[in-house]
């Protein structure tokens, strides 16, 4: 077990969101474990986000680059937190969910990352259960064999601070139209550990499914987000790695 307290920090990329924003923190100000550190990326908003944020004491960092991997990457670079927990505006975490956080990474010092579930809010119980069984439900049953381990989950999600310190020159954060949580998940080396907590929730709203362009929008990400990564990163290797990588912590 690790000894001493974890400092957390909660990295919040938004652009124009300012209302959702408010209820995600109003959900974190009544965390049975507050975080220490809650950073709120601006991503070149021209609502009140800032405002916002600066009202919940929320420390904003202005990132003009437009796009959430550039976005989300300037947020882990600000983090002070021993651990980086991330959420998107539409996230509304239930009153424990950093303790709970806290609790896997404080019981694990192997864990480098810990990704978690989404309970869909909003539009109807067909696009809610689509968001469920189809996108997410394919996302984990695709990407799990293709990785060698559970892809992250950007709206629930949290890692080491150390980890980040790792990655953050290898991830591709200057690139748009990319899903940043599904590139950051193509850079886990073989010997970092993901766990995916099914029992670690965060409501999120269901508006990328509510409509055919928004879903259509959502999943054109995919498709250019492995493409950065083959062939150097095709699925046998992976698995490859991550198997020589267990081997030989197994034998140290």
Not at 35 to 46: C, E, L, P, Q
Not at 73 to 93: E, M, Q, T, V
């Amino acid at each position: 077990m690790t000894t001493g307290l974890l400092s957390v920090s909660v990295v919040i990329p938004v652009r124009d969101d300012a209302r959702l924003l408010e209820v995600c923190l109003q959900a974190l100000a009544t965390q049975t474990h507050r975080a220490d550190d809650i950073v709120v990326v601006d991503n070149g908003s021209t609502d009140d986000t800032a405002a916002v944020a600066e009202r919940y004491g929320a420390r904003v960092v202005t990132e003009p680059v437009p796009g959430i991997p550039q976005a989300a990457s300037a947020g882990y670079d600000a983090a002070s937190g021993d651990i980086i927990a991330r959420l998107d505006a539409d996230s509304r975490p239930g009153p424990d969910w950093i303790e709970r956080v806290v609790q896997r990474f404080q019981h694990r010092p192997d864990l480098d990352f810990l990704t978690g579930d989404p309970r869909f809010y909003g539009s109807t119980p067909v696009v809610r259960w689509m968001g469920k069984h189809l996108y997410i439900g394919g996302m984990y049953a695709v990407l799990t064999p293709f990785l060698g381990h559970a892809p992250l989950f950007g709206s629930n999600m949290a890692m080491r601070a150390s980890t980040w310190r790792m990655l953050s020159g290898e991830v591709h954060r200057d690139e748009q139209n990319i899903h940043d949580d599904f590139d950051l998940s193509f850079h886990v080396r073989p010997g970092m550990t993901v766990l995916r907590d099914r029992d670690l929730v965060v409501d999120v709203s269901a508006r990328p499914f509510q409509d055919w362009a928004s879903l259509r929008r959502r999943l054109s990400f995919v498709l250019p987000t492995v493409r950065l990564h083959l062939p150097q990163e095709a699925p046998h290797r992976r698995r490859q790695a991550r198997r020589r990588a267990r081997e030989a912590s197994a034998a140290g």
